[in-house]
């Protein structure tokens, strides 16, 4: 049931990508900002109430709908498992992403790569050289691999019916929604996403080791991914940059300055042309899980 509902969510999602513009997403950060409007008054208990307000109705409300279908027919469990995928699922957006990016650099249209690189990823590009766009483009394209496709399988995978992709999904946007306030109001959140996406982070970075150089990817692993703000990050960011043989970090040329970064990974540095080999090693790590899971599919049936 995994597998395949993993591969029917992965197909739709290709045939039928959603646009940026989710409804459900917008809804449920408007419904995000309401809480926190009502929720934030500076006591600390009050933004653990707007996260489990947030997301405890709402993965209460789809685990009903799918054991309430699960008692007519488990096919009908199934296929609510593939609508959940899909919603929660992102795999057509990277690829194109990397493609309009790569496109437009190779032929040398600055600004375009600059306006898709803020339109895809929201990064303000008006300073960057060619180089720092395809480096920033491959670093922040293994994190959305991680956050919409890969955490999702691994978290579909463990926890039972739609749970996984749900939460993971909903305290990734509180996480994104919440998290970076000025106040103390976020801080919740950011605990929260940091906890859940513990696990499926390391899972994916060794994936991405499996898939690229396993050596080079388990070195920056354990000796560079402490040096980055975010430690779920750091690890996803220096095994992919291992992986790849690529150096990722570095400082980035921005107003007013230059904005120093820790220096992840190993190798040349990351420009242009090293693009196709991040949406290779995506594809390689993506095909890795879901034949592991189809082995484990096999084994349940033969068990």
């Known amino acids: 049931m995994i597998f395949f509902s993993l591969l029917f969510a992965l197909l739709l999602e290709h045939w039928r990508p959603i646009?940026?513009?989710?409804?459900?997403?917008?809804?449920?950060l408007s419904y995000a900002d309401?809480?926190?409007?009502?929720?934030?008054?500076?006591?600390?208990?009050?933004?653990?109430?707007?996260w489990i307000v947030a997301v405890v109705p709402i993965i209460v409300f789809t685990l009903w709908i799918y054991y309430l279908l699960y008692s007519f027919h488990p096919l009908l469990a199934w296929v609510w498992n593939v609508v959940i995928l899909y919603l929660t699922m992102s795999s057509r957006q990277l690829t194109y992403s990397f493609n309009e990016i790569e496109a437009a650099l190779k032929s040398d249209d600055l600004p375009l790569a600059r306006q898709l690189l803020w339109e895809f990823y929201g990064v303000p590009a008006e300073d960057l050289s060619s180089q720092e766009i395809a480096r920033i483009a491959i670093e922040l394209g293994l994190i959305n691999s991680h956050r919409y496709v890969f955490a999702i399988i691994i978290c579909f995978a463990l926890l039972p019916g739609p749970l996984g992709p749900v939460l993971y999904r909903l305290s990734e946007l509180l996480n994104e929604r919440w998290g970076s306030r000025p106040d103390a109001f976020g801080q919740f959140a950011l605990?929260?996403?940091e906890v859940i996406d513990w696990?499926?982070?390391?899972?994916?970075?060794?994936?991405?080791?499996?898939?690229?150089?396993?050596?080079?990817?388990?070195?920056?692993?354990?000796?560079?991914?402490?040096?980055?703000?975010?430690?779920?990050?750091?690890?996803?960011?220096?095994?992919?940059?291992g992986a790849l043989g690529i150096c990722l970090g570095d400082p980035l040329l921005e107003t007013g300055g230059r904005h120093y970064r820790p220096e992840l990974g190993v190798g040349d540095e990351a420009d242009v042309d090293f693009l196709q080999s991040a949406i290779g090693l995506f594809w390689r790590a993506?095909?890795?899980?879901l034949v592991l899971l189809l082995?484990?599919?096999?084994?349940?049936?033969?068990?």
């Open 286 to 289: 993506l095909v890795l899980w």
């Open 19 to 28: 646009s940026g513009q989710n409804r459900l997403v917008l809804a449920f």
């Open 295 to 303: 082995l484990l599919e096999i084994a349940g049936w033969t068990g």
């Open 34 to 50: 309401s809480l926190e409007r009502y929720f934030n008054t500076g006591v600390r208990r009050h933004d653990i109430a707007a």
């Open 199 to 241: 696990l499926p982070a390391r899972a994916t970075a060794l994936s991405f080791a499996i898939a690229g150089n396993f050596e080079d990817a388990v070195y920056c692993w354990r000796a560079q991914a402490a040096s980055w703000m975010d430690r779920n990050q750091g690890i996803i960011l220096a095994s992919g940059a």
């Open 191 to 193: 605990k929260a996403f």
